[in-house]
């Protein structure tokens, strides 16, 4: 007899609360509560990411999208209404259609996936099992993760950083974070 598997269970209470956060962040038209939602839906991804053992993952998402993401959108909700306008119906049933038939191409390509953990998959058999052999002898870091984050993939992370920086710069700059605040007339 098989011991039950607390953490699969764990990993399906995290996506029904993924799946009910998403569905109510659809249905608000209050747009500080969807702002907040999602940041609930990005803590709650990156606790999955930390039950399916892809820590660095969960970090990045808890930071890019919980924390910057959020405060950018609270930034930028303040330029607009506080309420949603409501959409033509029209529009629901083309978005409806676009999802169904992403979700139904997604799960037509589960057939060709390899098996969870399955040390034969090709993610495991090619460059990964060759960085899991080099790493200690060339890098000598203990997590490989790590080592091919900032030695191998040096530039490419290189790049995702400055790509950021220049998005959050890009952010401010349309905010006016920074500049002058024009003067009132009437010697205000």
């Known amino acids: 007899m098989e011991s039950f598997d607390w953490t699969q269970l764990l990993d399906y209470a995290?996506?029904?609360?993924?799946?009910?956060?998403?569905?109510?962040?659809?249905r608000l038209r209050n747009l500080f509560a969807a702002v907040m939602l999602m940041g609930v839906y990005s803590l709650l991804s990156a606790a999955w990411f930390v039950s399916l053992d892809a820590v660095d993952v969960a970090f990045t998402e808890a930071a890019v999208g919980a924390g910057i993401s959020t405060v950018l959108m609270l930034g930028a909700m303040l330029l607009t209404a506080r309420e949603a306008e409501p959409v033509k119906a029209g529009r629901h049933w083309a978005a409806l259609a676009v999802v169904l038939a992403t979700g139904a191409a997604l799960f037509f390509a589960i057939g060709d996936m390899p098996?969870?953990?399955?040390?034969?998959?090709?993610?495991?058999?090619?460059?990964?099992?060759?960085?899991?052999?080099r790493t200690p002898q060339e890098i000598?870091?203990?997590?490989?993760?790590?080592?091919?984050?900032?030695?191998?993939?040096?530039?490419?992370?290189?790049?995702e950083t400055v790509v950021i920086?220049?998005?959050?710069?890009?952010?401010?700059l349309l905010l006016g974070f920074g500049g002058k605040k024009p003067k009132k007339e009437g010697g205000e």
Not at 14 to 26: N, R
């Open 165 to 172: 920086f220049a998005a959050g710069l890009g952010v401010m």
């Open 140 to 159: 000598a870091v203990p997590n490989v993760v790590t080592a091919v984050l900032a030695s191998y993939r040096g530039f490419d992370t290189f790049g």
């Open 14 to 26: 995290l996506m029904a609360m993924l799946l009910a956060v998403g569905v109510a962040i659809v």
């Open 115 to 133: 098996a969870y953990g399955d040390p034969n998959a090709p993610a495991n058999a090619y460059v990964g099992l060759d960085y899991i052999i």
